[in-house]
């Protein structure tokens, strides 16, 4: 039985991996030239539907300002265990944000979209300033944003 139980324990540890699998994904924004303060932007992966999925990154320190980025509050990220851990400074007229991301394989040529929501204090704010694919055909093709963002590119 100790047998068994050592090789079924053995091929879980092998198999399960393999099952839950995740790409490294760089997504990369690029903000026009604008004047005033920092952009707080969400970037977050939604399904085809547009329904709020899941978190990848927000940028702007103070949470109190998070309200403004407004499809992804609507959509449940505007709540601290969605983002914990996944928030850096805003970023600055003309400037780009560049992370790296582990993306579950199955989201990858499945529907799924990556969405960036963008505010600017005293100005306006922007549902949906840029959306792209999460698709390998996709991949590394820049995506023009609406407001504040130039481009948007994710790359698999």
């Known amino acids: 039985m100790k047998k068994i139980l050592a090789t079924l324990g053995l091929l879980t540890a092998i198999t399960l991996p393999a099952l839950a699998q995740a790409r490294e994904v760089t997504i990369t924004a690029e903000l026009n030239a604008y004047r005033g303060d920092g952009a707080y932007l969400a970037i977050y992966v939604t399904d085809a539907a547009g329904q709020y999925q899941r978190t990848l990154h927000v940028a702007g320190g103070k949470s109190k300002y998070y309200k403004h980025l407004l499809d992804w509050t609507r959509g449940g ?42 505010a600017v204090e005293d100005q306006r704010e922007n549902r949906v300033d840029a ?18 963002v130039k481009t948007l590119t994710i790359t698999l």
């Open 131 to 148: 959306e792209a694919p999460l698709s390998t055909t996709g991949s590394g093709t820049a995506v023009v944003g609406k407001g504040y």
């Open 77 to 118: 990220g505007n709540k601290s265990a969605e983002y914990d851990g996944l928030t850096g400074a805003s970023v600055s007229s003309g400037d780009k944000l560049t992370f790296k991301v582990d993306i579950d394989d199955a989201l990858i040529d499945a529907g799924y979209l990556v969405r960036l929501d963008s």
